[in-house]
């Protein structure tokens, strides 16, 4: 009645075993370290790695170890302190190289853990120390970009038709107007096949149409300039070598991010919130294109460029700041459409002028109706106006950027551009000291709860108290093991879940624990009142846990942030503890009690 079949002993034994071995890189733990990789994959050379320990020794940062590991350099320090000073030490010396060098907490696992890909678990940004912000996203502004494309369309395709218009974005609203009524009627069509979801609507005066979106496309649009950011703002970090990053959405239009290990956030901030970007045009040389606009250039003249754009910063799929004839610059290279109207520029007009026109986007506070908001505000310089000497298409140079412009500016457009505006709602930082102290006070609480626990259920329940014991040890090892499986980042909120799982975990022992003394009391023998106290006990359990598991996943699915931390663990938690506290003591139980002839159980 009370004997499990060797199978199910096997099974709870290869359990704990593997839930051990996972487990086991927690007990090593990680340190400060710097990741040195190459591009597209390739390794790094063991030279390399030498020599870079070499010359962080010559500057009195000495690494406390220096491997290879996954075709990668990894160079560990005692301190975030030296971690941060060797960082800033190796970008100096890898300056102009491929290289990418990253913050990163190695595990101090030996190598034959490493050597079965087995880590740590990863720490939160409250429990690590780091940089949190929050964006806001200008989806307003995403509404007018797009509608000024429509209006770059529209002028292109009725000039292709030889429709003489003049094309404008007043508010929300496109005006197409043109010379006569039967013109009007040859244009609606033009129009209509650019974006056929468009509401197009007559004007009042008979020779105008006014375009608008539909609500389903500004919703679209909202929805794809979100996404589009999120996706941006992820490549700008891989960009500032910030390892383990959360970029994620918080309502309808902010964006999170998290940096763990960065303790300076000035660069992260001016890279993050960062809009700038590039676009090539023709120089008005006669100042007579219909649509042309004049704009400063850096040395106080003023240049008229010809509003079509030849390529702009979304084609750009690799910059590289360089220097050219000993002034900054950033070597671009456009994508296959963005090089094809380049080489078809360049080839017809060798001899003329071309301007680059670098863009930027402030906030700026205003006051509507009596009420403080803010509006979205572009900024338009010229950075340079050069004759054009040759034919070139996907590949060319850059000019007229200060040092620190040039490798600012090659990082975004590396990384992309913005789809929309975003801006700083709020910034924290969180410092290694106070992170290490959330560590030391949320691991105190799980000792001192698990503890309180193991001394009530051992006197209260003798040694069926003692299998309880055991049992919440086993579960706090497969919750840590499956958070390192996972890789699922442990925060404090986290740390709350797992003394949750603590006590939920001996809830159900003792109302097994319980039923078992009820049947003792009503006179069943030793045997059947194992059996029933675990059978009788199941439902309740299973009730209990589901309910929570259910309330867990809606955490998890609506949460963010310290939410879905408290969350994860809970839902390992209810997942380890039932197999723990049902089928892990029952084995106990059984191997010690089961099939014995017994007056009375220690219970």
């Not at 649509?291 to 003023?302: C, H, K």
């Not at 709020?426 to 309180?452: C, H, K, M, S, Y």
Request: aromatic residues 6%; glycine residues 8%; hydrophobic residues 45%.
């Amino acid at each position: 009645m009370n004997r499990y079949s060797w199978p199910i002993n096997a099974l709870v034994a290869a359990v704990v075993a593997v839930g051990l071995l996972l487990a086991l890189p927690n007990y090593f733990g990680t340190s400060p370290a710097l990741e040195i990789s190459l591009p597209e994959g390739t390794d790094v050379a063991t030279q390399a790695v030498d020599d870079w320990t070499a010359t962080l020794t010559a500057a009195g940062l000495a690494p406390t170890e220096a491997r290879i590991e996954g075709g990668r350099g990894l160079i560990y320090y005692d301190s975030v302190d030296q971690q941060l000073a060797a960082r800033t030490a190796l970008n100096d010396s890898l300056a102009g190289s491929d290289y990418t060098v990253t913050y990163r907490q190695a595990s101090n696992s030996p190598e034959w853990l490493r050597g079965l890909g087995l880590q740590p678990m990863s720490l939160g940004l409250d429990l690590r120390g780091g940089v949190y912000f929050l964006f806001e996203v200008d989806l307003e502004a995403a509404q007018t970009t797009r509608l000024e494309q429509y209006v770059q369309a529209f002028q292109q395709a009725l000039s292709d038709a030889g429709i003489r218009r003049r094309v404008t974005l007043d508010g929300s609203i496109v005006r197409v107007r043109v010379q006569s009524p039967e013109a009007l009627a040859e244009a609606r069509p033009l129009i209509r096949r650019i974006d056929n979801d468009l509401d197009i609507v007559d004007g009042p005066d008979g020779t105008s149409l006014l375009v608008r979106m539909t609500e389903a496309q500004i919703a679209e649009r909202e929805t794809f300039a979100l996404e589009q950011n999120i996706i941006t703002l992820r490549n700008r970090i891989n960009e500032l070598g910030v390892s383990e990053p959360l970029v994620q959405q918080q309502g309808r239009a902010r964006i999170v991010v998290q940096l763990p290990g960065v303790q300076d956030p000035a660069e992260a901030d001016r890279i993050l919130n960062s809009t700038a970007t590039l676009a090539y045009h023709a120089v008005d040389e006669q100042g007579n294109t219909p649509g042309g606009r004049s704009y400063p250039t850096r040395d106080g003249r003023t240049v008229r460029i010809k509003p079509d754009v030849i390529a702009s910063g979304d084609q750009i799929i690799d910059a590289q700041s360089t220097f050219s004839q000993g002034q900054p610059a950033v070597s671009v290279r456009l994508d296959a459409v963005g090089g094809k109207n380049m080489l078809e520029f360049t080839q017809e007009n060798v001899g003329r002028l071309m301007a680059v026109l670098f863009i930027t986007t402030d906030r700026k506070k205003v006051v509507v109706d009596g009420e403080p908001t803010y509006k979205s505000v572009k900024k338009y310089e010229i950075i340079s106006d050069a004759t054009i000497r040759g034919v070139f298409s996907t590949n060319f140079e850059t000019t007229g950027l200060t040092p620190i412009e040039a490798r600012d500016l090659a990082l975004l457009l590396r990384a992309g551009a913005l789809a929309a505006p975003i801006f700083k709602v709020e910034e924290r930082t969180i410092g290694p000291t106070l992170g290490q102290e959330n560590i030391d006070r949320g691991f105190n609480a799980v000792q001192i709860g698990f503890l309180a626990v193991i001394v009530f259920m051992i006197v209260y329940y003798r040694v069926f108290g003692v299998f309880a014991s055991m049992a919440l040890l086993t579960n706090l090892v497969l919750i840590v093991a499956l958070l390192s499986m996972f890789q699922a980042s442990l925060t404090l909120p986290g740390i709350a879940g797992i003394v949750l799982t603590v006590g939920m975990a001996v809830d159900a022992n003792v109302l097994i624990f319980e039923r078992i003394r009820e049947e003792l009391r009503d006179g069943s023998t030793v045997q059947v009142a194992i059996n029933a106290g675990y059978e009788k006990a199941f439902s309740s359990i299973a009730d209990a846990n589901i309910t929570t598991l259910i309330a867990a996943l809606m955490l998890f699915a609506f949460g963010t942030g310290p939410i879905r931390g408290f969350a994860v663990t809970l839902m390992l938690g209810i997942v380890t503890s039932m197999f723990t506290a049902i089928v892990g003591t029952r084995a106990l139980v059984n191997a010690l009690y089961g099939n014995r002839q017994l007056k009375d159980l220690p219970v």
